[in-house]
């Protein structure tokens, strides 16, 4: 006897009352949820909320005795300031290489890490083989820079091998490499684990079809695999290339000598620098927020392009 089919009818019925009694169970037992929610709430509204007021000095002439109520006002004064400085065009060309580079060479890697990864029968093996991509994520971003300097120092391993007395760390056309490179050794492994796990959801019986069918390699991967983590890559895309002014200055600091400053100088680190040693608050706040609203705009201009390119499918 042939099964009986639910009506398009029915379907609708069934999830209707589904959500009808999930919300009947969230208003009975609110308490619980108010429990587990309540802390997650407060705290990203302390520390992620409550700190935008501190924007506003950034139209201010700031001073700490008088607060930012007290301090008098100045409009965009910082701004003008920061945009018609002789090193703007610099610091600015700065960040976008650094970024745009850094996506364009780093952002391929953890995919195809995730396509090799998947090609490993054996657990064990695969296993191990994570175990060591994944560790150099857990080392501090200081540790990782002062690895690099020893590595390219004069008396270093890199000089050893190639028989030469480079300082790499004072060659300001070996300051870009150098962060990038690091940075795919650092995160790359980690960064797969997202493909990895949508990998999973790719269908075997697929793959052997596509084997028994005289598939080879790359043909697999792009009939089988590459559907399967084609949304996770749209999504990672969108939200790197939306965050290309956002480097974290910690790297980049760590990595800068008096030598190199012409390219390791970027956004992240002058605002620090200003805010921080300088004392200029309103000023590197000004910088700071002009970062943040290159950020949202490159966001949503890189949204609209990717979901025209991807049949309407953005964030």
């Known amino acids: 006897m042939k099964a009986k089919t639910a009506s398009p009818e029915t379907a609708v019925l069934t999830a209707e009352r589904k959500l ?32 935008m007021g501190g924007v506003l000095i950034a139209f201010q002439k700031y001073n700490p005795f008088k607060g930012i109520w007290g301090s008098e006002w100045v409009g965009f004064k910082n701004f003008t ?47 191990k083989v994570q175990l060591v991509l994944y560790m150099p994520n ?22 050893g091998l190639l028989h030469t007395s ?21 995160g790359a492994g980690w960064a797969s684990i997202m493909y990895t796990a949508s990998l999973s959801n790719a269908s075997k019986d697929l793959k052997e079809a596509a084997m ?28 790197q290339a939306g965050n290309i002014m956002s480097i974290g200055f910690e790297k980049a600091y760590a990595l800068q000598t008096d030598l190199n400053l012409n390219t390791a100088e970027i956004i992240a680190t002058y605002v620090y620098k200003k805010g921080l040693l300088d004392g200029d608050y309103s000023f590197s706040t000004a910088v700071g927020l002009f970062n943040t609203v290159v950020n949202v705009i490159l966001l949503i201009a890189v949204n609209k392009v990717v979901a025209k390119m991807n049949d309407g499918k953005g964030l």
């Open 166 to 186: 480079i300082n790499f760390m004072t060659l300001p056309e070996a300051f870009r490499p150098i962060y990038i490179i690091s940075g795919i050794w650092q």
């Open 20 to 51: 009808h009694n999930t919300w009947v169970y969230i208003k009975r037992h609110w308490q619980l949820y108010l429990l587990f929610l309540l802390p997650a709430v407060v705290l990203t509204l302390v520390f992620k909320y409550a700190p």
């Open 212 to 239: 028994i069918d005289g598939a080879n390699l790359i043909q697999q991967i792009m009939t089988v695999e590459w559907p399967a983590i084609k949304d996770m890559v749209v999504i990672q895309f969108i939200l």
């Open 81 to 127: 300031r920061f945009m018609s400085s002789p090193d703007f065009q610099r610091y600015l060309i700065n960040t976008l290489k650094l970024s745009v580079y850094g996506l364009l060479w780093g952002f391929p890697i953890p995919i195809l890490l995730a396509f090799l990864l998947n090609r490993i029968e054996s657990k064990k093996i695969k296993q």
């Open 138 to 159: 857990f080392i501090s971003v200081i540790v990782l820079c002062g690895i690099v300097r020893v590595l390219l120092s004069v008396t270093g391993p890199v000089n």
